[in-house]
């Protein structure tokens, strides 16, 4: 599951994104002016920045110079109502990988977005399937399967396993979960975690066989492809 940032202003087109956004299963924070917006990316990892032009206290240019000039390398989609093209080249000469253009369609949002997560410098190679054994993820169609059978998890199980697949044999801790899968408003816990991950468990691992989730005491889990 992409974590998204979405930083703007007008309140009825930030709630407009962030629906079409979840539909679309991203997490998604809100931010409504520069300085909050700062205050998010210095905290938490984003897949993408949907990034208006024109905010309060800063502006979205100063945001992505200043972001940019940090060592942020996440992509960034400027939505603004400048149409020129002296302004386009502002935009991307401080450090922006998109731009769109007041008025837009949401779903060509969500394509951009889309493409944007696939060409970022961390993503893996571009495959709508994860898999471990027998164990098989489709990112598309949002399906997991066990030996051809269809698994009932429920959308932040999904989220969980597509990261530990994603990055087999990485340990997350419960705090580094938390960030990643849920919002930031968020009041989940340690044990809230935990308890997704035995659910997991009880949906992909085989019986009589370890746990192809490892605890790793005191550090957090990963998903091992050592058997």
Known sequence: MAKILVVEDNADLSENIRDLLESHQYNVD?????????????AYEYDVIVLDWVLPKMTGIEIVKQFRSQGGVTPVIMLTGRRDIEDKE?????????????????????????????????????????SIGDVVLNKETKLVTKNGKELKLMPKDFAILELFLTYPNKVFSAEALIDRI??????????????????????????????????????????TTER
């Open 30 to 42: 809100c931010a409504m002016d520069g300085i909050e917006a700062l205050g998010y990316l210095r």
């Open 90 to 130: 502002s935009g991307f000469d401080a450090g922006a990988d998109d731009y769109l253009t007041k008025p837009f369609e949401l779903r060509e949002l969500a394509v951009r977005i889309k493409s944007l997560i696939r060409r970022a410098p961390n993503a893996s190679a571009p495959t709508d399937c994860l």
């Open 182 to 223: 849920w919002s930031s408003s968020t009041d989940a816990s340690p044990d809230v975690v935990r308890k997704h991950i035995n659910r997991i468990r009880t949906q992909i691992d085989s019986e009589g066989q370890a746990s192809l989730i490892r605890t790793v005491h005191g550090v957090g889990y990963s998903l």
